[in-house]
Nanobody, 123 residues
Framework: QVQLKEYGGGLVQAGGSLRLSCAAF????????MGWYRQAPGKQRELVAT???????NYADSVKGRFTISGDYVKNMVYLQMNSLKPGDTAVYYC?????????????????RGQGTQVTVSS
């Protein structure tokens, strides 16, 4: 059983910063890629940023230059540093892990998502 847990959401004023963290727990052998989605009320889910186990990153155009993703694949953690936050960044942010290999009780590869953490940016 693998679980993802997000930390660090909250309320911040426009122009401020927040740092989200996500930890993957369980009998994990390896993870291919981790990242963050977000979903605002009435809007489609948006893939915000990803980082693979080799360190390659991708960002949504809406956050380039403001958000920075980093990861520690030894600790199975991913971080999202969010700067220059805007009210439009308000959403529930979900951590996601792709290509998670577990070996107990048998070798299996699956994707997982966390429960989400609320980020609210006030104007």
């Amino acid at each position: 059983q693998v679980q993802l847990k997000e930390y660090g959401g909250g309320l911040v004023q426009a122009g401020g910063s927040l740092r989200l963290s996500c930890a993957a727990f369980g009998s994990i052998f390896s993870i291919d890629e981790m990242g963050w989605y977000r979903q605002a009320p009435g809007k489609q889910r948006e893939l915000v940023a990803t980082i693979d186990s080799g360190g390659s990153t991708n960002y949504a155009d809406s956050v380039k230059g403001r958000f920075t993703i980093s990861g520690d694949y030894v600790k199975n953690m991913v971080y999202l540093q969010m700067n220059s936050l805007k009210p439009g960044d308000t959403a529930v942010y979900y951590c996601n892990a792709w290509g998670v290999v577990t070996t107990i009780p048998e070798r299996k590869t699956s994707d997982y998502r966390g429960q989400g953490t609320q980020v609210t940016v006030s104007s």
